[in-house]
């Protein structure tokens, strides 16, 4: 039994052409055959696969897969940069208060005003 065969549904007449029908245990049903008469039809079986859900479901699963791997990727250069060298982080996230203010506390209760990376470029500071 070859491929063209197996496609080919039993028990089923073309009432008119293009239009199948199927003898069950509860009567007739309309089918749409792969193959017939000897003749596979590949348009039919390539629109049965690329239909629009399947696209967008390809869709969804690249889009959380890329979408995971960016996130990986961005965790991933925080642990090094912070790894590589871990007192500067901390400084550089302790200098950031909520207020937006620029002050670190030392431990003998004086404070440190740190410099903001705008006082340095500001146009006054260029002959």
Not at 32 to 40: C, D, M, T, Y
Not at 82 to 91: A, K, N, V, Y
Request: charged fraction near 25%.
């Amino acid at each position: 039994m070859g491929l063209i065969e197996a496609l080919t549904p039993k028990h089923t007449e073309e009432v008119r052409p293009g239009c199948f029908i199927q003898k069950r245990k509860k009567g007739y049903k309309q089918i749409h055959p792969i193959a017939w008469e000897g003749k596979i039809d590949w348009g039919k079986q390539i629109r049965g696969i690329l239909n629009v859900r399947t696209l967008f479901t390809i869709a969804v699963i690249l889009f959380i897969y890329f979408s995971y791997l960016h996130d990986y990727r961005e965790l991933k250069s925080f642990y090094e940069t912070t790894m590589s060298d871990p007192q500067l982080f901390c400084l550089k996230v302790a200098t950031q208060n909520i207020d937006g203010s620029n002050t670190i506390e030392m431990a003998g209760g004086s404070e440190v005003y740190a410099k903001k990376e705008s006082d340095t470029n500001t146009l006054s500071n260029y002959p």
